[in-house]
């Protein structure tokens, strides 16, 4: 399933290297294969970069995690469905929730267009929806949704065999099996709901982007596209029971790198909602953090907005 193995986060300062180097450092401490490679050896691997002292910011340095790699998301998505469907569930599409039923402080129901449906736990995973949709039942979550915007252009034979990220110039690119470019930046930098793609994104990113690969300066982009990314103060998710509602629970506030973290998350959830409590894993990410003032610093997790 993956296409590309190896993942590069490059640095572009001593500030941004000395960064890369604990981050390295962290990881492998907790068993995980990554480490830092010098500008020639980048080089080698990805033979169209510019390393010379002619861009803006040069490169320094990479942290390079050899099996990270990209994954299909719609495929990964419908089998989960699938496997889902194969158990019993019920997956209701073209379904809004428009109300949530609470009585005598316990969750009853949802409201949909297509009908109420009576139920003793109600779940919201709703992502950039949550602040919208936790309101029907006056739960203030802290999220802030952004959206975040990426492109992709015209398929051209396979050349770029690796991911790589950059967080000094807040992009990411990728090749896929059909031979397109992937190209992303960090969130809008204004809150909204909005999910046109705009040209302001298309010129920084086209911009940022010829500094390290001036061979994508005649590409066609194909399309654009902009999903709602549920942003935290800290950058963590919450995954918790919502103590004043029974049978009420958020996922959500995952931002812009929750498609990785979906299995644990799943797994983690529906074990919470059997017992009725979050697991030990998963239990500081409970909703209250935030009164308690113990956060969950997560920043590093997507590498181009750090
Ligand atoms: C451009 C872009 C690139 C990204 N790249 C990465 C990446 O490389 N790696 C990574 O890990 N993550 C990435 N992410 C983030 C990742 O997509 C999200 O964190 C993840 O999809 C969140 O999963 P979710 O199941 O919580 O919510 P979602 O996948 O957003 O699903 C929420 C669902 O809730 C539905 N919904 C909303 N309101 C209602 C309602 N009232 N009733 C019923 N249904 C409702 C929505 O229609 C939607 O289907 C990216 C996001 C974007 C936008």
Request: glycine share 10%.
């Amino acid at each position: 399933m993956f296409s590309q193995q190896g993942h590069f986060t490059l640095g572009h300062s001593t500030a941004a290297i000395s960064g890369l180097v604990t981050r390295a450092e962290n990881n492998k401490a907790l068993g995980i294969d990554s480490f830092m490679l010098d500008p020639k050896e980048i080089k080698k691997m990805l033979p169209e970069i510019d390393i010379t002292d002619h861009p803006r910011f040069p490169i320094h340095g990479a942290l390079y995690h050899p099996p990270g790699g990209i994954i299909r998301h719609d495929a990964v998505v419908w089998a989960y469905a699938r496997g889902a469907d194969r158990k019993g569930v019920q997956i209701h599409q073209m379904t809004e929730v428009q109300d949530i039923l609470v009585e005598n402080g316990k969750a009853t129901g949802v409201v949909t267009n297509r009908g109420t449906i009576n139920c003793n736990t109600v779940i919201s995973v709703v992502a950039g929806w949550s602040s919208e949709v936790c309101k029907k039942v006056n739960v203030k979550l802290p999220f802030v949704t952004h959206p975040l915007q990426a492109l992709v252009t015209q398929s051209y034979k396979p050349w770029l065999h690796h991911v790589v990220v950059s967080g000094t110039l807040h992009i990411y690119l990728s090749q896929t099996d059909r031979g397109e470019i992937v190209c992303g930046n960090g969130i809008d930098t204004y809150p909204h709901y909005g999910m046109r793609s705009t040209l302001g994104f298309l010129e920084g990113y086209a911009a940022h982007v010829l500094e390290l690969f001036p061979v994508l300066h005649n590409v066609a982009v194909q399309r654009q596209w902009a999903g709602l990314c549920d942003m935290t103060p800290d950058y963590s998710p919450i995954i918790s029971p919502i103590d004043e509602i029974e049978g009420f629970y958020v996922n959500g506030g995952w931002g812009t790198y929750g498609f990785k973290a979906s299995p644990a998350s799943g797994y983690n959830t529906a074990e919470m909602v059997a017992n009725g409590k979050a697991p030990e894993m998963i239990e500081p990410f409970r909703y209250n953090r935030f009164a308690e003032n113990r956060l969950v610093g997560e920043k590093a997790a997507a590498s181009v907005g750090s």
